[in-house]
């Protein structure tokens, strides 16, 4: 069975729900292929500290109304050095802040808006192929209720994530990787418990790094970082909770209320960029292009920047009659990634503890934290980073 679309995007994670809906406003046809089922995708947890910037590309998509009513604005974070809180002022020093809304909660969001305007989703799509990009008539194969399917399209858009297809579907000689695999992991647990705090707090701690992090008023996401080889059967709800009392500060112990785990896994951290982004007719935007590690909270963020550069080079295309954005699409979307890797391992070697740091690594590390807690120069460098860079 042959199918026909403008734009065809694999994966509907955010970047590819987000894509999707931008183009369905300017009268652009896509149609969505996702391996997995609707509910295995909202079943991901995932970040939800959201940028300025974010935030206006899902108003921009129509799909705004439930972020705003329920998302936390926060206008700082606070560092946690050798027991002493300091505040990182974002609004006081970049005038910006960012919102705290779940990625499953933007997810759902982004599905609905799509189910609403009719554009047409696949789930289960298994064995998915992007064909013929190299050319001038591209094709996207797969297979539905074991029916062998074809949808023809102008361009291919993947966004199916590190593991996903598109990528791998570029020959080897085609493309450059560059890749950091950190020796240590996140092991992270959601509780429907009160947050310790108003914003969110990172914690150096001499055991290890400590994330203090929130879902709404009433859940808590918190981490520690843990060895790379852990398993998270071996942490038990107790055992997280009396390891991450030790990393915290004191007023923070108080605080804190611990209840049983809604969920609980370990993440691997690693900082990776492919090169280029495009491919013929094929693009790569977020996770299929680029991964950071999560403490500068940049991954969906920087998915949607790639977003809005792809919608933008589509829409100055088929609106427009200008394939100047498609041509500069790659050059423009890496020049932030960069920077976003730069700023997300900047934070993680700040704030971790490295296996193979000697004591004269453990002291400039120290050093920089309190360089950085009493520079108002490098908190304005920390918080312009974090709440993020211009597109």
Known sequence: MSQRTQVAIIGSGPAGLLLGQLLHKAGIDTIILERHTRDHVLGRIRAG????GTVSLIDEAGCGDRMHRQGLIHHGIEL?????RHRIDFKGLTGKS?????QTEMTRDLMDARSMAGAPTVYEALNVMPIGYDGTRPIVRYVEDGEPKDIACDFIAGCDGFHGISRQSVP????SIFERVYPFGWLGLLADVPPVSPELIYVNHERGFALCSMRSHTRSRYYIQCDASEHVDNWPDDRFWNELRRRLDKQAVARLVSGPSIEKSIAPLRSFVAEPMRFGRLFLAGDAAHIVPPTGAKGLNLAASDVHYLAEAFIDHYRGGSDKGLDHYSPRALARVWKAERFSWWMTSLLHRFPDTGPFGQRIQLAELDYLAGSRAAQTTLAENYVGLPY
């Open 49 to 52: 500290v959201l940028e300025q």
């Open 80 to 84: 946690s050095i050798r027991g002493v």
């Open 98 to 102: 960012v919102m705290v809304y779940g």
């Open 172 to 175: 080897d000689n085609a493309i």
